[in-house]
T-cell receptor, first 114, second 115 residues
Framework: GDSVTQMEGPVTLSEEAFLTINCTYTATGYPSLFWYVQYPGEGLQLLLK?????DKGSNKGFEATYRKETTSFHLEKGSVQVSDSAVYFC?????????????FGQGTILTVHP | EPEVTQTPSHQVTQMGQEVILRCVPI?????FYWYRQILGQKVEFLVS????????KSEIFDDQFSVERPDGSNFTLKIRSTKLEDSAMYFC?????????????FGPGTRLTVT
C-alpha cells in the first residue's frame, strides 16, 4: 500500500542553520505530495505541495522537489529561525486519487535554538 | 480566508461515555475526513465522507464510531462508548471545491481526554 517514510527525529539546530528533513514514499501512480507543519498546541497547516514530478513546492523559505526517480520529497530551508520549531509531516493522498485519505509520515520534531 | 472549525477544543470524558466532536468544513467543499493523532504518534486516517455517506474507513473506525452530516454545514464524529485508548487529538479536514483544488484543509483539532 501507499506509504511515507520520514527521517527519524528529533532534529535540533541553531538559528540560521541549514535544514533537511528527508521524506521518501511508495505510491500508486504519481500523486501530489505535501508537507504539513504542526506548531506547538496547534493543528495541521499545509506548508507546501507539489503536484507532479520535478515540481518544486515552496513557502516561507521552505522548499521541496518532487523526485520521481528517487521517490523522494525532501524538505529544505537555507536558514532556520526559532519560529520554525514545530513538527513536520510529509504526506500523500493514498490509493492513486487526488482526493484520497492522506497517508502521513511519522513526523519530525524540529527544535531551533537561538 | 475560509477555514475549518472544530468544537470543542478540549473534551474530557469518563470511560464508557458518549462524545460528539463537531466540525464545520469549508462551505463549498465536497469531501470530509476525520483523522486522529495519539500523543507523540503520527496522524492516522479514520474515515472519509462524500455525498452523505462513508466512502472509506480505516480499521480503527469500528462500530463504536459513527459520522454524520446532519445539515449543510456540520460534520460530526460520535464515539459511542469511549475507551482510554481513544484519548487523542481528532482533526477534521475537507477538500475539493468547484475549482478542483485537492488541498486538504485541517481544523485546529479537538483534544479528547478519556479518564
Amino acid at each position: 500500500g501507499d506509504s511515507v517514510t520520514q527521517m527519524e527525529g528529533p532534529v535540533t539546530l541553531s538559528e540560521e542553520a541549514f535544514l533537511t528533513i528527508n521524506c521518501t514514499y511508495t505510491a500508486t501512480g504519481y500523486p501530489s505530495l505535501f508537507w504539513y507543519v504542526q506548531y506547538p498546541g496547534e493543528g495541521l497547516q499545509l506548508l507546501l505541495k507539489a503536484t507532479k514530478a520535478d515540481d518544486k513546492g515552496s513557502n516561507k523559505g521552505f522548499e521541496a522537489t518532487y523526485r520521481k526517480e528517487t521517490t523522494s520529497f525532501h524538505l529544505e530551508k537555507g536558514s532556520v529561525q526559532v519560529s520554525d520549531s514545530a513538527v513536520y509531516f510529509c504526506a500523500l493522498p493514498a490509493g492513486g486519487t487526488s482526493y484520497g485519505k492522506l497517508t502521513f509520515g511519522q513526523g519530525t520534531i524540529l527544535t531551533v535554538h537561538p | 480566508e475560509p477555514e475549518v472549525t472544530q468544537t470543542p477544543s478540549h473534551q474530557v470524558t469518563q470511560m464508557g461515555q458518549e462524545v460528539i466532536l463537531r466540525c464545520v468544513p469549508i462551505s463549498n467543499h465536497l469531501y470530509f475526513y476525520w483523522y486522529r493523532q495519539i500523543l507523540g504518534q503520527k496522524v492516522e486516517f479514520l474515515v472519509s465522507f462524500y455525498n452523505n455517506e462513508i466512502s472509506e474507513k480505516s480499521e480503527i473506525f469500528d462500530d463504536q464510531f459513527s459520522v454524520e452530516r446532519p445539515d449543510g454545514s456540520n460534520f460530526t464524529l460520535k464515539i459511542r462508548s469511549t475507551k482510554l485508548e481513544d484519548s487523542a487529538m481528532y482533526f477534521c479536514a475537507s477538500i475539493l471545491d468547484s475549482r478542483g483544488s485537492y488541498e486538504q484543509y485541517f481544523g485546529p483539532g479537538t483534544r479528547l481526554t478519556v479518564t
